[in-house]
Nanobody, 123 residues
């Protein structure tokens, strides 16, 4: 069983940066990790994922070049560095863990989810 807790969300202006953290209660070395987000009245969407080793990552086109995912195995924590934020990045951001091999970009590929953290970007 893995429990995930996100933090670091907040209200920022367009162009600012935020770093989200996802702390895991158990060892996450055997899990690929991902970030998803859900904007008001929209379906949850994939943002980025990182492999078990941290050696591979994949990003949605909407965040490529602005967001960076990383993980610290010693701290059982995954990070999402978000730069050049835009109002359309406003959403609840969720961290998730996948026991499947490789990178997974679909919700059904993830076994555990955090409760989410709100990110609001004002124009």
């Amino acid at each position: 069983q893995v429990q995930l807790v996100e933090s670091g969300g907040g209200l920022v202006q367009a162009g600012a940066s935020l770093r989200l953290s996802c702390a895991a209660s158990g060892r996450t070395n055997n899990y690929a990790m991902g970030w998803f987000r859900q904007a008001p009245e929209k379906e949850r969407e994939f943002v980025t994922t990182i492999s078990r080793s941290g050696g591979s990552t994949y990003y949605a086109d909407s965040v490529k070049g602005r967001f960076t995912i990383s993980r610290d195995a010693a701290k059982n924590t995954v990070y999402l560095q978000m730069n050049s934020l835009k109002p359309e990045d406003t959403a609840v951001y969720y961290c998730a863990a996948s026991s499947r091999w490789g990178l997974t970009m679909v919700e059904s590929g993830y076994d555990y989810w955090g409760q989410g953290t709100q990110v609001t970007v004002s124009s």
